[in-house]
């Protein structure tokens, strides 16, 4: 497996006793609210194609969110972390996931090939502007994998997230911002969103559409980790 710094820098973090911790907290947290409110999320939107279809997790992990899937007749699960994808060989709530076929595969996102056009839902839950920069670099990848009419839904972190800490630097650039413009304004932007790592409404809105993706939602939520964005963005049919 080939990976970029970002999948290399998850592998050293999601090791085997950080995978087995995740796991556990897989089935404790199975009914709690933030789990309730993305699988709820997910599960509406895989019902929304009104058919079957084939579906890929971006970051899978330990499969924390396959029971959420429905009308879902593939699924590949795509993780850098070998510790979590044996975690995630028995998911939790097995019992109640639909799915025909699991495919789980190791690989880096960011540096896998997969074939263009062959998902109908690509997801990405905790991953996408928290480990790994949302960036044109993704979106370019997600665009083409999509299938027409495909949806693409991810939860991203707001820069405005009690989790993000409030440097000095951090309090000057907010400040400086609204008086920015043209280049300034562009390497502030960057900066407060520590190049991908996080991602507000306008960076989404200006992303997304520059690889034809559009937009037909975002949310969020407030957990007690993080302000999450919920965003769902389709490739035209
Ligand atoms: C916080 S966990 C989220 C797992 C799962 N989506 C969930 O909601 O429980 C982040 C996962 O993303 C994976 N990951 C991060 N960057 C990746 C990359 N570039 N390629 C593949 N997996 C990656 C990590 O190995 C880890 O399993």
């Not at 999601?14 to 995978?19: D, E, F, K, L, V």
């Amino acid at each position: 497996m080939s990976a970029t710094e970002w999948g290399r820098r998850a592998e050293a973090l999601y090791q085997p006793g950080y995978a087995s911790r995740y796991r556990a907290v897989d089935d404790d947290i199975r009914h709690g609210v933030l789990v309730q409110t993305f699988g709820g999320w997910l599960r509406t939107i895989s019902e929304s194609f009104g058919r079957e279809i084939t579906a890929l997790d971006l970051g899978c992990g330990t499969g924390r969110y396959f029971w959420a899937l429905s009308h879902v007749r593939a699924l590949t699960g795509i993780d850098v972390s070998e510790a979590m994808l044996a975690e995630a060989r028995q998911p939790v709530d097995a019992s109640a996931i639909t799915v025909k076929n699991i495919t789980l595969l190791h690989g880096d996102f960011l540096a896998q090939t997969l074939e263009a056009g062959a998902f109908d839902l690509i997801y990405s839950i905790g991953v996408l502007a928290e480990h790994s920069p949302l960036d044109d670099r993704l979106a370019e990848r997600v665009s083409g994998w999509l299938a027409p009419g495909g949806a693409f839904a991810f939860t991203a972190v707001h820069p405005q997230s009690f989790s993000v800490t409030r440097t000095w630097q951090r309090r000057l650039g907010e400040w400086l911002l609204p008086f920015s413009a043209g280049r300034l304004r562009a390497v502030l932007r960057e900066k407060l969103l520590a190049g991908g790592l996080y991602a507000d409404e306008v960076r989404l809105r200006e992303l997304l559409p520059r690889h034809g993706l559009r937009i037909e939602s975002i949310g969020s939520h407030l957990s007690d980790i993080h302000l999450h964005l919920m965003c769902v963005a389709r490739k035209p049919a």
